[in-house]
Every structure is written in C-alpha cells, then in structure tokens.
C-alpha cells in the first residue's frame, strides 16, 4: 500500500515568515497525527484528528500554529509567524483505530 | 497527561551482543506500547509492539517485556548486527483513541 506522503521534504525560511506543510495519508486512515521532533528527541504530538475534527491540540502553539483536514482526507499545518525554536522535522501520521500507527518522510524545517 | 521515560539515551555494544533499552510510563491506564526504529533522515517504522494484556512477545531476534506493576516495558535485541544502529524511541498509549506518547530515543551503535 502506498504510505504517508509529506511535503516539502525540506524548507528554510527567515524567522517571522510563514509557512505550510502538506500531508496525504494512507487511503482509509481515518485518524492523522501531525508530531514535532526536535533535533535529539522524540516525536511530540501537536495535533490530532479523526476523520476532519480535532481529536487534541493541547500542544498546539495555536497562536503561531495552525492545522486543517478538511474532507477527512489531506491535512495541512501552518505555522505563521516562524520562530528559531520551531526549527524541527514535522512527523505526519495516519492509522485506523487501534492499529499501528504509520509516518510520513516528515518535513524539515530550519528557521534562520 | 503521558509522561514516557528513556534510558539510556545512547548505547554502544559490539556486533553479535544484546542490546536492552527500558522506559517506564506514568498513566497506568496505558495499554499499547511500541518500539520504533528511526534511522538518520528517515522515518519511524514500528519494529515490535505490546498490549497490556500481554507479558512479553518475540520476532526473531527482537523482544519486548511488559510489567504493568511497575509500569516499565523493555525492548531486548539479541546477535545485534551493525544494521541495527539507529535511534530507538518506545511510545505508549491509554486507548485506541489517542495518540502516542514517545520517549526521548536510545541511539543504538553497533561496532563490528
């Protein structure tokens, strides 16, 4: 089966900017998960959702950050303006309930 | 919320010796928990998981102990080869409906 699909694979931009990150998730996943990881450690979720509502954005910077699925399908997540803190790989992952969860190629954001 | 523990944070062993990383998680409602592989600039892949309704499970030459007492699971590769070398992240979960919580990664380094 084809897996997540992210992009860009990678994106430099000047703090203050803004930018967009794309993902497709495996056909039929009704769950996605977008997850920050930061150079040395693990994935830390942002933001949850099933089918096109959100599931948890309790670690969402959602003053700078924001995500939409809409259809259920393709997720997007924005972050405007750019900090150098969110300098970081941007993890998306889909599954079905209580299934194993699948990750995309992520993003890699540098923030100068 | 999950709080998952890792350690060590890197380990070195010679080719052909076990390898065991350990994490302990807080929320004892948790009752999924995966291993992940993760090599340089590529993505999580699920190596093995556990449920809380089971005690330890084997594939090959990787096996995953539970103890839901202490709240504390182990991943365990035995005649380790030099393509295990990567970054080991354990997860957690308290149901199907939510999303992983992932320690900080063990840097696994395999020397012929």
Do not use: M
């Not at chain 2, 699920?46 to 084997?58: A, F, Q, T, Y």
């Not at chain 2, 080869?81 to 992932?102: H, I, K, M, W």
């Amino acid at each position: 089966e084809a897996g997540v699909a992210q992009s860009p694979r990678y994106k430099i931009i000047e703090k203050r900017q803004s930018v967009a990150f794309w993902c497709n998730p495996i056909s039929g996943h009704a769950t996605l998960y977008w997850y920050q990881q930061i150079l040395g450690q693990g994935p830390k979720l942002l933001i949850q959702f099933q089918n096109n509502g959100v599931v948890d954005d309790s670690q969402l910077p959602k003053d700078r950050f924001s995500a939409e699925r809409l259809k259920g399908v393709d997720s997007t997540l924005k972050i405007q303006p750019a900090k150098l803190e969110d300098s970081a790989v941007y993890l998306c992952a889909s599954n079905q309930l209580n299934t194993e969860a699948f990750f995309g190629q992520g993003t890699r954001l540098t923030v100068v | 919320g999950e709080n998952v523990e890792q350690h060590p944070s890197t380990l070195s062993v010679q080719e052909g010796d076990s390898a065991v990383i350990k994490c302990t998680y807080s929320d004892s409602a948790s009752n999924y928990f995966p291993w992940y592989k993760q090599e340089l600039g590529k993505r999580p892949q699920l190596i093995i998981d556990i449920r809380s309704n089971v005690g330890e499970k084997k594939d090959q030459r990787i096996a995953v102990t539970l103890n839901k007492t202490a709240k504390h699971f182990s991943l365990h590769i035995t005649e380790t080869q030099p393509e295990d070398s990567a970054v080991y992240f354990c997860a957690a979960r308290t149901n199907s409906g939510y999303a992983l919580n992932f320690g900080k990664g063990t840097s696994l380094l395999v020397t012929p």
